[in-house]
């Protein structure tokens, strides 16, 4: 079930824009829109332990539990659904990567890549990765503190900041470098990293995610203690925006709007002892989960929506400009069978 502020259907019209949104514990793939009529309008599609979202609005890339998916719009401009989406996700490609706990996903090339591709984070090798057509992936760059590439998840590297086709900053809970060790920092061991020099650009950050670099700035979410913030790269200091109620994780941006994701903390050592916790507690309030619309002139929240019951959990959110409504092919059944398109014929 969904709650939403009673402008949010207004403010997705003014923005002219939809939402995508990922969900790791609900294993969903859910789009948020408008339906004709002016109201709002979930779709989903199930992903086990979905988690890492890009798109540039056509295409759309989406992380499983073992599996990174492709999904390709087949619908021509002007062109709608029976419901009225104007985007409609095809799955065209499923890489296997085997359970590497893939997080933050973007598109563009580094060292070791021949031409443009998706760029991961590979968390439980604690680097970044592109796909590769014989193996699980290719290993790209990891932290100058990691001393091996194993599978050992040792410092959770989680986020990654694009600038332009060029991967541009990373977040990490720790500097760990032994097998788990991040989770004896999550207070206060969390790190932003230049991926360039890989110099830690800020540190002292409770469970850091989702940095973002939006004209000229980087957006990072402060998660374990609930703070939208922007990080000064050239000393280090994170400046608080605006207070979210929940583990915030998930940030995209339109406009002056950032669109934050919240979760409500599981209840295991992970998120137990969190500076949130006592934040919340001072405000009177209680996680939740679900989004935020943030001004982020302000720092005021704008709007908000609430998942209750099934959804407790957010990975990633991502904006999709000029698409009303969009919706995506499940991997069963009679729609896939019949999801045909062809490519142009080749010319003589």
Not at 36 to 50: K, P, V, Y
Not at 219 to 235: F, H, Q, T
Not at 314 to 335: C, H, S
Request: glycine share 12%.
């Amino acid at each position: 079930m969904m709650l939403a502020s009673p402008g949010l259907a207004a403010w997705l019209a003014e923005a002219r824009c939809s939402l995508a949104l990922t969900t790791y514990q609900a294993g969903r793939l859910v789009f948020l829109g408008l339906k004709s009529d002016g109201g709002l309008r979930g779709h989903e599609r199930l992903i086990e332990q979905c988690q890492g979202l890009w798109t540039d609005g056509d295409t759309l890339l989406a992380s499983g539990k073992s599996i990174l998916w492709r999904f390709v719009n087949d619908l021509p401009p002007g062109v709608g659904t029976v419901q009225g989406a104007e985007r409609r996700f095809v799955p065209r490609e499923a890489r296997v990567t085997g359970r590497i706990d893939m997080h933050d996903i973007g598109m563009g090339v580094m060292d070791g890549m021949a031409s443009p591709g998706p760029i991961f984070v590979n968390t439980l090798y604690s680097c970044l990765a592109t796909i590769s057509d014989t193996a699980s992936f290719r290993p790209l760059w990891r932290p100058p503190f990691i001393s091996a590439l194993m599978p050992e998840d040792r410092c959770h590297l989680n986020g990654l900041a694009m600038d332009g086709e060029r991967p541009a900053f990373v977040t990490a809970i720790s500097r760990s470098d032994v097998a788990d060790g991040w989770r004896e920092r999550r207070t206060d061991g969390g790190v932003v990293l230049d991926v360039a020099s890989g110099e830690v650009v800020a540190s002292g950050l409770s469970m850091p995610h989702s940095p973002r670099l939006r004209d000229g700035r980087l957006w990072v979410l402060n998660s374990g203690r609930g703070e939208l913030g922007v990080v000064d790269p050239a000393d280090g200091r994170f400046t608080p925006v605006c207070f979210c109620p929940g583990y915030a994780r998930g940030l995209s941006f339109i406009g002056r709007w950032a669109v934050v994701g919240l979760s409500r903390p599981r209840g295991n050592h992970t998120f137990e002892g969190l500076p949130l916790d006592a934040l919340l507690t001072g405000k009177d309030a209680a996680p939740r989960c679900g989004l935020l619309v943030v001004d982020t002139e302000t720092g005021q929240v704008a709007e908000w929506l609430r998942f209750e019951h099934t959804i407790g959990e957010l990975y990633d959110v991502a904006v999709l400009p000029g698409v009303r409504q969009a919706e995506a092919i499940g991997f069963m059944g009679e729609e896939i069978e019949r999801a045909i398109s062809i490519e142009p014929e080749a010319q003589p």
